[in-house]
């Protein structure tokens, strides 16, 4: 053999072969060393040949152990037993600490899978915040381990149709640690996860099984799932894997196709160890990533696939399942506030509150001796409404409305119905409207056609006092929907003059846990244009 290499010494070389049975095997083994690594290739070819010898990650040359081109379960085991686990890290890690709401979606209680996941500590750290968690290992050293150093005695069991695969779960059942293949593991064993913490799999996962280690993670997650993803990016020439260099547009090779990434924050990642391999940089990237939808479905705030325009029987769904975040247990502060402005300073007028669910404020303004309409497309919150206010209503249907019913009591009137079917001709125009949460939640193509019927509805001299909040919509689906002001001139522009009374803060823990970072709230005086006003229009 003939090899040329400026960087490798030739130690041996075999020439020609004589003995038959290598002969016909033609497998030759070439064992090439430098300074730094050791390679050993396996050449199928003629006796006579000259090597090129390929590119791929190389082993360090400080200790020959027949190290292949990838490393495998044995290797992994091996490294376990001799403690070399250099990756494993004894403080949670920082990254799921500030992200573990943008994780979990806000959500107290989920199920998060942590492939190969060591005896990582961030599992405790995750079933002490709640959640359940499920991890997978393919060694019996690292899940012992993790069970020892958590001062948790684990129940241990097989896994069926996973050869010597071996269970090991928590006395509550809050964590699970799967000893076996991760690549084994599959819905049959365990599968609808609501969250996926990565810091060391993909890393730890050779290249060229990179896009079926993704493929089968996301077969276990949920459609809703959130994917909290670290690698590392540095010379790979200069540090021996793993773990391997994944750079940001490689994670979008890898998932882009299947999942939205979105890449969170990216820091210095450079170590004492780093510095003792040579490197001079090393970084840390964080992404977020979240399967693919089909078009027209969005994730709202509980973790649910829902159609991003909401219907009015999924809006009797939320209310059935308590998903009512937008409800508040308090009189609005701003029709206390302004309630002169919306009544035009009259002791009773008649008031609409479109889309009003069990809103208090309704029973606050007849309490101040306004005659009070509300319009609710969901049956349960108007009968909650009577109930939580021990009032005792009349209920009838009303014709003209489809599936329309009537609440009544004295001042307290709620129509059950499509408010697109709410028409002037079902009780007459209104002197005031109190749009709190409606148009927010009315779909975007909706909006025109909403204003348009709101217009109908009220007096020449009436008004409207109209709250709406404004983000940035990219970082969240409503409702409710951000309503910038553009938006209430292009709806109500041309007949109404637009008072802007007020901008306050928006934010809610429940919009931080959609992900947003700001969100203002905004308060508009609604009243006819004098000229729309000696039409008649």
């Known amino acids: 053999f003939k090899v040329q290499s400026s960087k490798f010494k030739v130690l041996s070389c075999a020439g020609k072969l004589h003995n038959t049975s290598l002969m016909s095997r033609r497998d030759i083994t070439i064992i090439l060393t430098s300074w730094r690594y050791i390679r050993r290739c396996i050449c199928t070819g003629q006796t006579y040949s000259s090597l090129v010898v390929p590119k791929f990650s190389v082993q360090s040359s400080g200790q020959w152990r027949g190290i292949r081109m990838s490393k495998g379960l044995e290797q992994w085991q091996s490294r376990w037993k001799e403690g070399r686990i250099g990756f494993h890290r004894t403080a949670v890690n920082p990254y799921i600490k500030k992200y573990i709401d943008v994780l979990t979606r806000g959500r107290p209680k989920v199920k998060v899978l942590v492939p190969l996941c060591g005896k990582s500590v961030v599992m405790k750290w995750l079933a002490e915040q709640g959640h359940t968690v499920v991890g997978v290992e393919c060694c019996t050293e690292g899940a012992e381990a993790f069970f020892q150093e958590s001062n948790l005695t684990p129940n241990i069991s097989d896994i069926p149709n996973i050869k010597d695969g071996k269970l090991y779960q928590s006395q509550d059942g809050n964590i699970s640690l799967y000893v076996c293949d991760f690549f084994d593991f599959s819905r049959d064993v365990e599968a609808d996860f609501d969250a996926v913490w990565d810091r060391g799999a993909l890393v730890a996962i050779n290249s060229t099984d990179r896009q079926r280690y993704a493929d089968l993670v996301l077969s276990l997650m949920k459609q809703s799932a959130c994917y909290l993803l670290q690698t590392v990016e540095f010379d790979q020439i200069k540090r021996t894997p793993p773990p391997y260099s994944v750079t940001i547009p490689e994670v979008q090779d890898i998932y882009g196709a299947k999942f939205n990434v979105r890449l969170l924050e990216t820091a210095d990642g450079m170590t004492d160890l780093d510095n003792r391999w040579g490197l001079t940089s090393l970084d840390d990237h964080l992404f977020l990533l979240t399967p693919k939808l089909p078009e027209g479905k969005t994730v709202n705030k509980y973790g649910e696939v ?232």
């Open 306 to 537: 829902e159609n991003l325009m909401v219907t009015p029987e999924e809006w009797q769904t939320r209310w059935c399942k308590g998903h009512t975040g937008f409800h508040k247990s308090a009189i609005n502060s701003a029709l206390q506030k302004y309630v002169g402005e919306l009544t035009g300073g009259r002791s009773e007028v008649k008031v609409l509150v479109p889309l009003c669910g069990k809103t208090l404020d309704m029973k606050w303004l007849v309490d101040q001796g306004h005659t009070v309409i509300g319009v609710e497309f969901a049956e349960q919150p108007v009968k909650e409404l009577f109930q939580e206010n021990s009032i005792t209503p009349t209920v009838c249907d009303v014709p003209g409305l489809t599936n329309g019913k009537l609440y009544q009591s004295e001042k307290l009137s709620v129509y059950c119905c499509d408010f697109f079917e709410f028409t002037s001709e079902v009780t007459g125009q209104f002197d005031a409207v109190w749009d709190r949460a409606s148009l927010i939640a009315i779909n975007p193509p909706d909006r025109e056609r909403y204003a348009t019927l709101i217009t109908s509805l009220l007096k020449p001299d009436g008004h409207c006092l109209l709250e709406t909040v404004e983000y940035d919509q990219t970082k969240a689906n409503g409702p409710p929907y951000s309503v910038p002001g553009e938006v209430i001139e292009q709806l109500y522009g041309a007949k109404y003059n637009i008072q802007h009374l007020e901008t306050g803060d928006g934010m809610t823990p429940s919009a931080r846990k959609m992900g947003l970072s700001w969100m203002t709230q905004n308060e508009h005086l609604l009243s006819l244009k004098p000229d729309q006003l000696n039409t008649g229009s």
